[in-house]
């Protein structure tokens, strides 16, 4: 069963966030994707203040991330979000596409986890996302 | 009576902070005098944190800022800091100097005020540092 | 006779441009001002490449910098851009305005001249802009 | 054969990379890590300008990213760095250190690889550096 994207936000490139080589800085490519990784989250109605106020606290563990076509001034991309479950880990899968052509840019696997009071948790809100996520693509 | 300088803070260009001109991205200029102007009131004992638990909020109102040199990548620079007071205000005096030939890189003016309980109002600590700074140069 | 706006831009805050404070972290907003006077000189088929190639370098000479009222997470806000011509200088006015409320929260003055062949010059394609904001503003 | 760190660069965080967590906002890791690695290079003669005009480029193409304790404003810390050879890969460690308690904070692993002429290639400065990394760690 494919997983499917669930969300998507359409950005362009700045040109402060090109450097030297005239193309973006790649820490960049993680500024956007915490954007659209929050937007998504904002938009179904989760913040880390409302889940703080829980006990619980979302965090990032690990990133592997793949830098596949690099962005230039003016470009407008778009992010594309997925979320599955792998045991207590909550996995965003985060792929920007350039507008012009669809080019795949860059792809993140963002593995974050929940502490509830301290220790390993998960989460309903995000259970009930992942839900969303376990379909064909269309 | 001229004013003097009364901390310095030497710093290097990063790759990063330089943008497709191959020159240091005008915003960093801000984010260099805003790390040398808290480390500065820092080792001052001074601290945002401690001033807002007393009540007192520094705030900063207006910059005027003086680009003269750019710098490049791999430059080294020295940030020097001078304090005045004019009325309610704070001016922080911040010049960058490059570090190869002494010259000027950029100048900001950078004029804060202290809201006490929502109000104007003026600060002992800072008063006592604007004295340190009223006296000839070396 | 008063300035008019000639170009707005539509923005929303990041997460990841706030700070410590729990607002815009005030570098950011020069990073606003640059990208709405790009995308500005852009529409208007001006670009710093196409200007350097006909031998015309527009730089920032100076910027006066006023902060209103902080930009807090998510909040959207719309830059405005008003260009007139002062001798030799050209200066951007780029205020921006919170959308919830319509409140300035940021003005700044963007002083730039044009450096033709290392001298000071005028720039015809930027003369023409100023005509376009010598007007009674809406 | 263990891996031994063969560069390391002390730096300190800035108010400004911290965001409304209170701790230094993801992206900038990558920041710390870029600019770690540039160190190193200059400091052993390599540059992306002279690599180029010999016609190898060299580029970022995955990076594995483990975030471990959060630094906080004003931390002290140490980016120490390896590098070995995968097939063409050369794959860069890179480990951050709080100096106050010697924790580890992040690692990363950054995959580089050059083209020379647009085919995947390998560079003999960066294979003697690749030897340098081949010993017991002290």
Redesign the interface.
């Known amino acids: 069963m494919k997983m499917k994207y669930i969300h998507e936000l359409r950005m362009q490139v ?3 966030e ?5 193309i973006v ?4 490519y ?2 956007y994707t ?2 659209a990784r ?1 937007m998504f989250l ?1 938009e179904h109605g989760i913040s ?1 203040a409302g889940l703080h106020a829980r006990g619980i606290d979302a ?9 596949k076509t690099p962005l230039r ?2 470009d407008a991309f778009t992010a594309r979000l997925a979320l599955r479950r792998e045991g207590v880990k909550y996995v965003f899968r985060q792929d920007l596409f350039r507008e012009s052509d669809g080019c795949l840019v860059f792809s993140a696997d963002v593995e974050t986890c929940c502490l509830i009071g301290g220790r390993l948790g998960t989460c309903a809100e995000l259970d009930a996302l992942v839900d969303e996520c376990a379909g064909e693509d269309e």
């Open positions: 700045r040109d402060y090109c450097d030297l080589q005239g800085n790649n820490a960049n993680q500024h915490e954007h929050h904002h880390f965090v990032v563990a690990r990133m592997a991330l793949r830098f001034p003016g």
